[in-house]
């Protein structure tokens, strides 16, 4: 072998020794087990590991790869405690896992390319080069972000039960019993940017990341604001929910009127809202009403606001809305339907 090739062996054997730190640093110690090892340790079977490691979203692992730290067996044997203490069946047990997994994988990634392009922007560096910088700094990094996801997890599940402590401290002083209906009531809406694809098709990647960044988070300054919940974002859409119809009315109305949701280009957003009983599950909502409301955004005006009639009745007595109807269009799916248009009312 040649000097230069020496070299070059030599600088990938430092990169190779450079990441195995990094992945100690970032797992609490080395990765030293196998599956088998770790179904010994938990008293399980084997499948139980892979099918845990699936549910995380982590990519599959022979049984003879040596891949699983210390952490990764205690994570896991708290989780089969929590199942014995609670009487969790083994799909639950894998609901949490993979929720904790899907929303973890796009966080790390959120995270990761916001700090990657600040580098980009602040510093000037390359893209790739920028990667490379915050491997480097993740060691600093990753203990603070990591203190945030476990206050912020605290703070939305206080504000989780503090909901639902209100909304339901009725039936224990009635004490009510048998079946819960699984689906609650819920104000759900969208709101759309209009003509997102045309719109945007000029722009560089920095500038497309800046419009979607600036859209986001001035629809959630909005919903938060008025005390609703984002349930998740789709590229150029939002969908939110809220307790009661009339703090959906006023988000719905915010998002239509809030400059911030039309960022600096002077994009407008077309918006919807409908109440009915929704079933929450894997972080969204699904039921008719979600499906009403999707399709109701889809034919708004520009910076306005559509409910259904079922909705408009419910706040045709609340002094703060005007509503006028609008005619009635067949919607694939769903046929007639009656959209009305919600506004302020005129306060002179």
Do not use: C
């Not at 790390?108 to 580098?119: N, P």
Request: proline share 3%; net charge negative; no cysteine.
């Amino acid at each position: 072998m040649s000097s230069e090739e020496d070299r070059e062996a030599g600088a990938v054997d430092d990169q190779a020794v450079d990441d195995q730190g990094l992945d100690d640093h970032l797992l609490g110690g080395p990765a030293a087990r196998t599956a088998p090892e770790v179904a010994a340790d938990l008293g399980t079977g084997v499948e139980f590991v892979h099918e845990s490691w699936r549910a995380l979203g982590l990519s599959a692992v022979d049984d003879d790869e040596r891949i699983f730290t210390d952490e990764d067996v205690r994570a896991l044997q708290e989780i089969l405690q929590l199942a014995d203490d609670q009487h969790l069946d083994q799909g639950t047990v894998t609901t949490l896992l993979r929720s904790t997994g899907h929303t973890m994988d796009r966080l790390v990634l959120w995270q990761a390319e916001a700090l990657v392009g600040d580098l980009v922007e602040q510093q000037g560096l390359d893209p790739v080069a920028a990667r490379l910088e915050l491997l480097e700094r993740l060691p600093v990094i990753a203990p603070v972000l990591e203190r945030q996801l476990t206050h912020a997890w605290r703070r939305q599940l206080a504000a989780y039960a503090g909901r639902y402590a209100v909304e339901f401290s009725h039936a224990r002083e009635q004490g009510v019993s048998g079946h819960a209906e699984l689906r609650l009531a819920r104000a759900v809406g969208f709101a759309d940017i209009v003509d997102f694809t045309k719109r945007t098709a000029g722009f560089e990647s920095i500038e497309l990341a800046h419009f979607v960044q600036d859209f986001e988070s001035g629809a959630r300054d909005v919903i938060s604001a008025a005390g609703a919940r984002v349930v998740k974002t789709i590229g150029d859409a939002v969908l939110y929910v809220a307790d009661n119809v009339a703090t959906g009315a006023e988000v719905a109305l915010g998002l239509a009127e809030a400059p911030t949701t039309r960022g600096e280009h002077g994009v407008p957003v077309r918006v919807s809202l409908v109440w009915g009983r929704v079933l929450a599950r894997f972080g969204d909502v699904f039921g008719p009403s979600v499906n009403l409301a999707a399709r109701l955004v889809d034919i708004a005006d520009p910076g306005s606001v559509l409910v259904d009639r079922g909705t408009a009745g419910l706040l045709a007595d609340d002094a703060r809305f005007a509503l006028t109807a609008r005619p009635g269009v067949e919607v694939q799916g769903l046929g007639a339907i009656e959209p009305v248009q919600l506004q302020r009312a005129y306060r002179g």
